[in-house]
Protein backbone atom coordinates (compact mmCIF):
# COMPACT_ATOMS: atom_id res chain seq x y z
CA UNK A 1 0.00 0.00 0.00
CA UNK A 2 1.53 3.30 -1.06
CA UNK A 3 1.36 5.50 2.30
CA UNK A 4 1.88 9.12 2.71
CA UNK A 5 4.07 10.14 5.71
CA UNK A 6 2.02 13.51 6.71
CA UNK A 7 2.68 14.29 10.04
CA UNK A 8 5.35 12.97 12.67
CA UNK A 9 4.97 13.39 16.21
CA UNK A 10 7.20 12.41 19.99
CA UNK A 11 5.27 9.16 20.58
CA UNK A 12 2.85 8.91 17.24
CA UNK A 13 2.81 8.74 13.42
CA UNK A 14 -0.24 9.73 11.03
CA UNK A 15 0.02 8.03 8.05
CA UNK A 16 -2.50 9.18 5.11
CA UNK A 17 -2.94 6.00 2.67
CA UNK A 18 -3.36 6.91 -1.15
CA UNK A 19 -6.86 8.54 -1.72
CA UNK A 20 -7.49 6.07 -4.68
CA UNK A 21 -7.02 3.30 -2.52
CA UNK A 22 -8.85 4.85 0.27
CA UNK A 23 -11.66 5.01 -2.08
CA UNK A 24 -11.69 1.69 -3.13
CA UNK A 25 -11.62 0.03 -0.07
CA UNK A 26 -14.33 1.91 1.20
CA UNK A 27 -16.46 1.05 -2.22
CA UNK A 28 -15.59 -2.48 -1.22
CA UNK A 29 -16.40 -1.78 2.51
CA UNK A 30 -19.38 -0.41 1.62
CA UNK A 31 -20.83 -2.91 -0.97
CA UNK A 32 -20.27 -5.88 1.99
CA UNK A 33 -22.55 -3.64 4.64
CA UNK A 34 -25.23 -2.86 2.17
CA UNK A 35 -28.16 -4.80 3.47
CA UNK A 36 -31.30 -5.01 1.28
CA UNK A 37 -29.78 -3.67 -2.55
CA UNK A 38 -29.90 -6.87 -4.67
CA UNK A 39 -26.01 -7.66 -4.68
CA UNK A 40 -26.07 -8.87 -8.34
CA UNK A 41 -27.63 -5.67 -9.09
CA UNK A 42 -25.41 -4.21 -7.61
CA UNK A 43 -22.40 -5.53 -9.47
CA UNK A 44 -24.34 -5.01 -12.82
CA UNK A 45 -24.19 -1.06 -12.04
CA UNK A 46 -20.63 -1.23 -10.70
CA UNK A 47 -19.49 -2.35 -14.12
CA UNK A 48 -22.15 -1.04 -16.19
CA UNK A 49 -21.95 1.30 -19.60
CA UNK A 50 -23.53 4.10 -20.31
CA UNK A 51 -27.25 3.36 -21.61
CA UNK A 52 -26.81 -0.14 -20.09
CA UNK A 53 -30.02 -1.60 -18.53
CA UNK A 54 -30.22 -2.71 -14.99
CA UNK A 55 -31.17 -6.51 -14.21
CA UNK A 56 -33.72 -7.57 -12.43
CA UNK A 57 -33.10 -8.70 -8.71
CA UNK A 58 -31.78 -12.17 -8.46
CA UNK A 59 -34.41 -13.30 -5.85
CA UNK A 60 -31.33 -15.58 -4.33
CA UNK A 61 -28.56 -13.27 -2.73
CA UNK A 62 -28.63 -12.85 0.84
CA UNK A 63 -29.99 -9.49 0.67
CA UNK A 64 -32.79 -10.11 -1.34
CA UNK A 65 -33.81 -12.81 1.12
CA UNK A 66 -33.47 -9.62 3.93
CA UNK A 67 -36.32 -7.56 1.69
CA UNK A 68 -38.65 -10.92 1.82
CA UNK A 69 -37.90 -11.37 5.40
CA UNK A 70 -38.29 -7.85 6.36
CA UNK A 71 -40.96 -6.55 3.69
CA UNK A 72 -39.21 -3.91 2.61
CA UNK A 73 -40.29 -1.15 0.74
CA UNK A 74 -38.94 1.11 -2.29
CA UNK A 75 -38.59 4.60 -0.50
CA UNK A 76 -39.63 8.00 -2.80
CA UNK A 77 -36.19 9.31 -3.93
CA UNK A 78 -34.34 10.87 -1.33
CA UNK A 79 -32.37 14.01 -3.66
CA UNK A 80 -33.58 16.96 -1.47
CA UNK A 81 -32.77 14.68 1.73
CA UNK A 82 -29.50 14.21 0.02
CA UNK A 83 -28.95 17.73 -0.63
CA UNK A 84 -29.61 18.89 2.86
CA UNK A 85 -27.11 16.65 4.28
CA UNK A 86 -24.67 18.19 1.37
CA UNK A 87 -25.34 21.17 3.24
CA UNK A 88 -24.56 19.35 7.00
CA UNK A 89 -21.48 18.23 5.47
CA UNK A 90 -20.56 22.22 4.04
CA UNK A 91 -21.27 23.91 7.47
CA UNK A 92 -19.67 20.97 9.64
CA UNK A 93 -16.80 20.91 8.12
CA UNK A 94 -16.49 24.52 7.38
CA UNK A 95 -16.29 25.54 11.28
CA UNK A 96 -14.93 22.48 13.35
CA UNK A 97 -11.77 20.06 12.70
CA UNK A 98 -11.58 15.85 12.72
CA UNK A 99 -15.32 15.67 11.56
CA UNK A 100 -16.77 12.16 11.77
CA UNK A 101 -19.18 10.32 9.52
CA UNK A 102 -20.75 9.67 13.00
CA UNK A 103 -20.99 13.72 13.66
CA UNK A 104 -22.32 14.15 10.02
CA UNK A 105 -25.36 11.48 10.87
CA UNK A 106 -26.22 12.62 14.07
CA UNK A 107 -25.95 16.76 13.21
CA UNK A 108 -28.30 15.47 10.07
CA UNK A 109 -30.65 13.31 12.19
CA UNK A 110 -30.52 16.39 15.26
CA UNK A 111 -29.58 13.61 17.83
CA UNK A 112 -28.97 14.41 20.90
CA UNK A 113 -26.32 13.00 22.68
CA UNK A 114 -23.44 13.55 24.70
CA UNK A 115 -21.15 13.32 22.42
CA UNK A 116 -22.68 15.93 20.15
CA UNK A 117 -23.00 18.53 23.34
CA UNK A 118 -19.45 18.33 24.42
CA UNK A 119 -17.97 18.46 20.84
CA UNK A 120 -20.41 21.55 20.79
CA UNK A 121 -22.37 20.23 17.80
CA UNK A 122 -25.47 21.18 19.36
CA UNK A 123 -24.77 24.83 19.17
CA UNK A 124 -23.58 24.75 15.68
CA UNK A 125 -24.89 26.49 12.53
CA UNK A 126 -25.28 22.88 11.31
CA UNK A 127 -27.88 21.59 13.51
CA UNK A 128 -29.59 24.68 13.92
CA UNK A 129 -30.83 24.15 10.79
CA UNK A 130 -34.83 23.62 10.41
CA UNK A 131 -35.09 21.30 6.96
CA UNK A 132 -37.42 18.77 7.57
CA UNK A 133 -36.46 15.05 5.93
CA UNK A 134 -38.54 13.42 3.93
CA UNK A 135 -37.31 10.25 3.57
CA UNK A 136 -33.74 9.73 4.99
CA UNK A 137 -35.87 9.84 8.90
CA UNK A 138 -33.41 7.08 10.18
CA UNK A 139 -29.55 7.59 11.13
CA UNK A 140 -28.99 4.00 9.14
CA UNK A 141 -30.71 6.01 6.05
CA UNK A 142 -28.98 8.85 6.59
CA UNK A 143 -25.70 6.92 7.06
CA UNK A 144 -26.47 4.55 3.31
CA UNK A 145 -26.83 8.32 2.07
CA UNK A 146 -23.55 9.45 3.63
CA UNK A 147 -21.73 6.63 2.56
CA UNK A 148 -23.19 6.55 -1.52
CA UNK A 149 -22.25 10.06 -1.68
CA UNK A 150 -18.62 8.85 -0.73
CA UNK A 151 -18.62 6.77 -2.79
CA UNK A 152 -19.61 8.94 -5.53
CA UNK A 153 -16.87 10.89 -5.00
CA UNK A 154 -19.18 14.10 -3.92
CA UNK A 155 -18.01 13.91 -0.30
CA UNK A 156 -14.35 13.58 0.66
CA UNK A 157 -13.40 11.53 2.89
CA UNK A 158 -9.68 10.74 4.50
CA UNK A 159 -8.70 8.04 6.84
CA UNK A 160 -5.97 8.30 8.72
CA UNK A 161 -3.79 5.35 10.46
CA UNK A 162 -1.74 6.87 13.98
CA UNK A 163 0.91 4.01 14.65
CA UNK A 164 1.41 4.51 18.22
CA UNK A 165 3.77 2.84 20.58
CA UNK A 166 4.30 -0.22 20.88
CA UNK A 167 3.30 -1.53 17.15
CA UNK A 168 -0.53 -0.31 17.97
CA UNK A 169 -2.07 1.34 14.75
CA UNK A 170 -5.85 3.19 15.03
CA UNK A 171 -7.52 4.12 12.47
CA UNK A 172 -9.44 7.18 11.89
CA UNK A 173 -12.32 7.81 9.25
CA UNK A 174 -13.01 12.09 8.51
CA UNK A 175 -14.62 13.96 6.18
CA UNK A 176 -13.31 16.81 4.59
CA UNK A 177 -16.30 18.60 2.81
CA UNK A 178 -17.84 18.17 -0.68
CA UNK A 179 -16.62 18.62 -4.26
CA UNK A 180 -16.65 21.51 -6.52
CA UNK A 181 -20.01 20.98 -8.23
CA UNK A 182 -21.13 18.22 -6.27
CA UNK A 183 -24.96 19.89 -5.90
CA UNK A 184 -25.47 19.78 -9.73
CA UNK A 185 -24.35 15.84 -9.18
CA UNK A 186 -26.66 14.88 -6.81
CA UNK A 187 -29.54 16.47 -8.66
CA UNK A 188 -28.60 14.25 -11.78
CA UNK A 189 -29.11 11.02 -10.04
CA UNK A 190 -31.74 9.63 -8.41
CA UNK A 191 -31.64 8.57 -4.18
CA UNK A 192 -33.59 5.66 -3.88
CA UNK A 193 -33.44 3.87 -0.81
CA UNK A 194 -35.03 0.80 0.83
CA UNK A 195 -36.59 0.04 3.86
CA UNK A 196 -38.60 -2.12 6.22
CA UNK A 197 -42.37 -1.60 5.90
CA UNK A 198 -42.63 -1.64 10.05
CA UNK A 199 -40.19 1.54 9.91
CA UNK A 200 -41.62 4.69 11.36
CA UNK A 201 -40.60 8.20 11.60
CA UNK A 202 -37.59 8.86 13.29
CA UNK A 203 -38.23 10.79 16.90
CA UNK A 204 -35.45 12.73 16.46
CA UNK A 205 -36.84 14.11 13.28
CA UNK A 206 -37.66 17.83 13.61
CA UNK A 207 -41.27 18.42 12.74
ZN1 LIG B 1 -30.22 -10.47 -5.23
Redesign the pocket.
Known sequence: MKINNSTSIEDAITLVPDHNIQQKIFEVQTFCSTKYF????LIAKHYAWDGDSTPE?????D??VSCIEDNVQELPNAVDDVLEMMETVKCLTAHHENVTPKDVVDVFTHAKTIDMESKGYISSEAYKRTYVRKVLVSKDLALQALNDLIVCGLVKQVCELKRQKERQMTCNTYIRGVVDNAVQSVRNRSWVYLAPCRQKRSKTSKQ
Do not use: H, V
Open positions: CRQQTCGKCNC
